[in-house]
């Protein structure tokens, strides 16, 4: 009897399975040259498409790449010419400090030595490598 019980339970579950409903393309066969010539070109065309999608993105990518290695080109170069500037800028004043100083100086030797010595000195107050005055 357990036999019979294990035998008809084997048989309803293979059998339910066999009488399961067959899915639309199962049973029709091989396809045939044409329907595979059209499936190639489908697939071809739609290769073609990515591929042609994939250079408009990488053509978009080195533009974008381009333009912006020429930006900070640009920045740096705006960096360097500001830096030039405040760098002159620090150097012309050094030179005013130095003309001061000199100017300075000149005034203080003016002053010392006796008053003969002052005179002379007033007299030829000219630099020697000022031709020009």
Request: charged share 50%.
């Amino acid at each position: 009897m357990k036999y019979s019980l294990i035998g008809l339970c084997v048989i309803g579950l293979v059998s339910t399975n066999a009488l399961a409903e067959k899915p639309e393309w199962a049973g029709k066969g091989k396809p045939n040259t044409e329907q595979k010539n059209a499936h190639k070109s489908a697939m071809k065309a739609k290769q073609e498409k990515l591929d042609k999608d994939i250079d408009k993105e990488e053509k978009k990518a080195k533009k974008e790449k381009k333009a912006k290695k020429v930006n900070d080109e640009l920045d740096q170069g705006r960096k360097e010419l500001k830096k030039e500037k405040a760098d002159k800028a620090e150097k012309l004043k050094g030179l005013e400090k130095q003309r001061q100083k000199k100017s300075e100086q000149a005034r203080n030797d003016l002053d010392k030595g006796s008053e003969k010595a002052i005179e002379k000195k007033k007299e030829n107050k000219k630099k020697w490598w000022k031709f020009w005055e």
